[in-house]
């Protein structure tokens, strides 16, 4: 029968039994906290601690799930917001202010012969999109069409993405709908210099979330800049579709 050892819930503090290759694993991970159920696990990450800003000395809060994200991205130091992070000089002390986008970023080698073809597909078929989710925002590229033919071959060339079926609401009469999506920063960071310069209805658009993608940084909360550059994707959508 495997081995198991005793252990104390960090969060209710009920004793529970665990294997123990399973506690040795979480140790050599790093993870020092036991919990008896998912439910203790998400009440002790939700929770809320009170930290000082490293550059203004502000008393502010943040939950311990967000306080381990920052860390595993190597944040030596915790500040309030995201002025306050970019104006103090520690900030040369973390790896974290490197920006994500500009660090292992995917090369992407295309002939200008695809490069064309990709870019004719995304002013064609293509949307760009910075949208709100929760306290920050997702930034997507996505190109939806009936031939998955044409989704496969964006993805075989450039080497990015996913492609996903959409639901189908217009009825058995019409052909099922497929988009290719691109959501990592980094991805775009890599993508969207290539295709900038021959892009055309689209070009806008382009150039707005490259400059989001390039200066946002991973763990720092949402800033006015970054609102600013969501809203003016939106309104050239509007724009473009009247």
């Not at 039994?17 to 040795?24: I, S």
């Not at 439910?39 to 930290?51: I, M």
């Not at 200008?112 to 997702?138: H, P, V, W």
Request: charged share 25%; hydrophobic share 35%; with cysteine.
């Amino acid at each position: 029968m495997p081995e198991t050892v005793t252990l104390s819930c960090t969060h209710c503090g009920v004793s529970f039994e665990r294997l123990r290759c399973e506690h040795e694993n979480n140790l050599k991970r790093g993870r020092t906290s036991s919990f008896c159920s998912r439910r203790c696990q998400n009440a002790w990450y939700d929770r809320k601690v009170t930290l000082t800003c490293a550059h203004c000395g502000k008393s502010f809060k943040r939950t311990r799930s967000g306080i381990r994200y920052r860390e595993r991205l190597g944040w030596n130091n915790h500040f309030c917001s995201h002025e306050c992070a970019y104006a103090s000089p520690l900030r040369s002390a973390s790896i974290s202010f490197r920006r994500l986008s500009m660090k292992s970023a995917p090369e992407i080698t295309m002939t200008e012969g695809q490069i064309g073809y990709l870019a004719g597909i995304i002013d064609g078929e293509g949307s760009f999109t910075i949208t709100k989710a929760r306290s920050y925002f997702n930034v997507t590229l996505s190109v939806a069409n009936t031939d998955l033919r044409i989704l496969e071959r964006c993805r075989e060339i450039t080497g990015l993405g996913s492609i996903r079926r959409q639901p189908d609401r217009r009825g058995k009469q019409h052909r099922p709908l497929y988009v290719w999506f691109v959501t990592a920063r980094k991805e775009l960071c890599a993508l969207l210099p290539l295709l900038i310069p021959v892009l055309v209805s689209k070009k806008e658009q382009a150039e707005v979330v490259l400059e989001y993608c390039t200066r946002r940084v991973a763990g720092l909360p949402v800033s006015d800049v970054d609102r600013a550059l969501a809203e003016k994707v939106s309104s050239l959508n509007r724009r473009r579709a009247a």
